[in-house]
Antibody, heavy 120, light 108 residues
Framework: EVQLLESGGGSVQPGGSLRLSCAASGFTFSAFPMAWVRQAPGKGLEWVSAISGDGSDTPCADSVQGRFTISRDNSKNTLYLQMNSLRAEDTALYYC?????????????WGQGTLVTVSS | EVVLTQSPGTLSLSPGEGATLSCRPSQSVSSTSLAWYQQKPGQAPRLLIYGTSSRATGIPDRFSGSGSGTDFTLTISRLEPEDFAVYYCQRYDSSPRAFGQGTKVEIK
């Protein structure tokens, strides 16, 4: 059974940093692209960033370009999101998601999310 | 940047009725790269449809997808109580892999 467990969320002041982690199990982690998707309170889904299985391709949304960095450690079956220069508008529930093998840019398994709150 | 516009914003229906949800990208999207997700309150999204019309594992056949280019549709043939939720479309042919703003299907 696929399991994705996010951690690392919390409260931070504007301009601060956080690193999110997503521990994966139940599948061959290195074989699948992964992604971070966020959801602001009461709002819709926003794709943040994705990463290929080998970590060589890391597209991201314009809203986080230059501030957020996605990475992965395939030896630890873990996905990361380093978030710097955080803004109030980054406040959201951050989901880790696993790509579908048949369509590697949409997501068939999701974690339960970790909440990031950016406030002074 | 491609914007996906979903309509209606809210659909009020009764169990047993059919539902038709629309997703209109601002630019043409490959039919191999359009997905639909369902999200219930307090839960993570669930993949329903990928590649416009392929059902994900375990998705009942009352859910179907169709469309091409700038006009895509998710159809729920007969609403079950567990189908009342928010539905999102997503394009994934290129980055950003944007989502639509969502359609809420609520009980009338």
């Amino acid at each position: 059974e696929v399991q994705l467990l996010e951690s690392g969320g919390g409260s931070v002041q504007p301009g601060g940093s956080l690193r999110l982690s997503c521990a994966a199990s139940g599948f061959t982690f290195s074989a699948f692209p992964m992604a971070w998707v966020r959801q602001a309170p009461g709002k819709g889904l926003e794709w943040v960033s994705a990463i290929s299985g080998d970590g060589s391709d890391t597209p991201c949304a314009d809203s986080v370009q230059g501030r957020f960095t996605i990475s992965r450690d395939n030896s630890k079956n873990t996905l990361y999101l380093q978030m710097n220069s955080l803004r109030a508008e980054d406040t959201a529930l951050y989901y880790c998601a696993k790509a579908l093998m048949a369509a590697p840019r949409c997501y068939d398994s999701w974690g339960q999310g970790t909440l990031v709150t950016v406030s002074s | 940047e491609v914007v996906l516009t979903q309509s209606p914003g809210t659909l009020s229906l009764s169990p047993g009725e059919g539902a038709t949800l629309s997703c209109r990208p601002s630019q043409s999207v490959s039919s191999t790269s359009l997905a639909w997700y369902q999200q219930k309150p307090g839960q993570a999204p669930r993949l329903l449809i990928y590649g416009t019309s392929s059902r994900a594992t375990g998705i009942p056949d009352r859910f179907s997808g169709s469309g091409s280019g700038t006009d895509f549709t998710l159809t729920i043939s007969r609403l079950e109580p567990e189908d009342f939720a928010v539905y999102y479309c997503q394009r994934y042919d290129s980055s950003p892999r944007a989502f639509g703003q969502g359609t809420k299907v609520e009980i009338k």
